[in-house]
């Protein structure tokens, strides 16, 4: 499966060893690991915050395979309400 | 019928994509809103979306949405909430009012429903002093 990372302008895919099921708090998890160790190329950030990917969501779509395909990126509601 | 609006504004003003909630005061988060963004990221100046109902000021959910999307872009963008009676935008930390108000914001208030704002002369020197700056950004 395969998570798709946006952050500090670039976007890259990272293959997971996971299921479809894993929650959105892991996959946030996750993708800050991923970033802090240099897994994805040109997306090393070591000193990333823990809570980088607070106001992050996690989209779970398939391709026009029908391969499941994770994408994690900033949320983007606005509003007087909230 | 009063709803919130969302603008992708670039160079010039020009106006590079939009869309529309069914409320007056929430624009439901929308992957398809992500999706533009990502893809006019190099051409993005301002980022604006309108209160029907005011008030002329940022939200708590605006706040964190600009913070994210700052992240994600790894460069700041400009902000701007157009309400019934004036215009804010933040930039560089600062949230001021514009004054004149870019020519889309009567474009923004009439897709969202808005009566047309008032005309007055605008007499406050600070916020007089954060418009200079803006002008100046803008160059």
């Given at each position: 499966m395969i998570l798709n990372i946006t952050f500090n302008g670039h976007s890259a895919d990272y293959q997971l060893?996971?299921?479809?099921?894993?929650?959105d708090t892991e996959i946030r998890r996750i993708a800050g690991e991923v970033l802090r160790s240099g897994g994805i190329r040109g997306m090393h950030?070591?000193?990333?915050?823990?809570?980088?990917?607070?106001?992050y969501v996690v989209d779970r779509l398939r391709t026009s395979g029908g391969e499941p395909r994770i994408y994690l990126r900033p949320k983007v509601p606005f509003g007087a309400g909230g | 019928m009063l709803r919130e609006v969302c603008f992708l504004i670039g160079q010039d003003?020009?106006?590079l994509w939009a869309d529309t909630s069914g409320s007056v005061a929430a624009l439901a988060d929308s992957r398809a809103r992500w999706d533009a963004i990502w893809r006019l990221r190099g051409e993005i100046v301002e980022i604006a979306h309108s209160h029907p109902v005011g008030p002329a000021a940022f939200s708590a959910e605006d706040e964190s949405t600009m913070a994210a999307i700052d992240s994600a872009l790894g460069r700041p963008v400009r902000y701007i909430v157009v309400a019934p009676r004036a215009t804010v935008a933040r930039f560089g930390g600062e949230t001021f009012r514009l004054t004149?108000?870019?020519?889309?914001a009567t474009l923004m208030r009439l897709s969202s429903g808005m009566a047309r704002a008032p005309q007055h002369k605008h007499t406050d020197k600070h916020t007089d002093r954060l418009t200079d700056r803006h002008k100046e950004m803008r160059r």
């Open positions: 060893g996971l299921d479809h099921d894993a929650s950030v070591p000193h990333l915050a823990g809570d980088a990917f607070r106001n | 003003g020009a106006v004149p108000e870019p020519w889309w």
